[in-house]
């Protein structure tokens, strides 16, 4: 089975500066994909960023971006210029296309404060 | 175009109560989930769909019961409702970015359900 581990519960960053939300995972599949997702107070769930496993270029979605270690299972996410708008939790989640399904695993989540 | 559509936003059941949590795309998807996100956690797949008439227990099955028969539509049944199965629920719908080649899963707003 596979397992997505955030070692970090709780970060905090000052408005405008940049922070990275750590993420590894476990699977045996070769092919899979990796989400991050934000998760506001009001509980939506928000799609950040998604990265292919067979793509070696790190993807960047405007001021987010992530690096991508696929030997370490490493999948960490950067967030440049931080807005107080970014204060939420964001949960990492791999989707293994193996089984046909792309059924999600998530991590239990970082919570992000951004202060003025 | 409204996306991943769930209905109610909250319910409260007394124990051993049954009910549906409605889930609608329109996105033309074919993958459909059910996940369960409990205090502090990730979220859970209970069930999923990768195509009309077809469906599979995810993780935490036990106690729901799912049907697909449109493309659309993915209904949850909680049959005899128990204490431990309040929990925030939140649908999605998977499919392709051709324009991107790459999957994507986007989630309704959650149904936060209490059970007493």
């Known amino acids: 089975a596979q397992t997505v581990t955030q070692s970090q519960p709780e970060m905090s960053v000052q408005e405008a500066e940049t922070v990275t939300l750590s993420c590894t995972y476990d699977?045996?599949?070769?092919?899979?994909?990796l989400f991050w997702y934000k998760q506001p107070p009001s509980r939506q769930m928000i799609l950040v960023i998604r990265?292919?496993?067979?793509?070696?270029q790190n993807a960047t979605e405007n001021r987010f971006s992530v690096n991508f270690q696929k030997a370490a299972k490493s999948f960490s996410l950067k967030i440049s210029d931080s807005q107080l708008g970014d204060t939420a939790m964001y949960f990492c989640?791999?989707?293994?296309?193996?089984?046909?399904?792309?059924?999600?695993?998530f991590g239990k989540g970082t919570k992000l404060s951004v202060i003025p | 175009n409204a996306g991943v559509t769930q209905t109610p936003k909250f319910r409260i059941l007394k124990i051993g109560q049954s009910m549906t949590l409605q889930c609608t795309q329109d996105?033309?998807?074919?993958?459909m989930y059910w996940y369960r996100q409990d205090p502090g956690m990730g979220l859970k797949l209970i069930y999923y769909?990768?195509?009309?008439?077809?469906?599979d227990k995810g993780e935490v099955p036990n106690g729901y019961n799912v049907s697909r028969s449109t493309t659309e539509d993915f209904p949850l049944r909680l049959e005899l409702a128990a204490p431990s199965q309040t929990s925030v629920y939140f649908c999605?719908?998977?499919?392709?970015?051709?324009?991107?080649?790459?999957?994507?899963?986007?989630f309704g707003p959650g149904t936060r359900l209490t059970v007493t």
């Open positions: 769909s990768v195509g009309a008439g077809i469906t």
């Open positions: 996105m033309n998807h074919n993958y």
């Open positions: 999605a719908s998977g499919g392709w970015d051709w324009g991107r080649s790459a999957y994507e899963q986007y």
């Open positions: 699977t045996s599949e070769s092919n899979y994909y």
């Open positions: 990265q292919e496993a067979y793509k070696q």
């Open positions: 989640a791999h989707g293994d296309s193996g089984a046909g399904s792309y059924q999600l695993t």
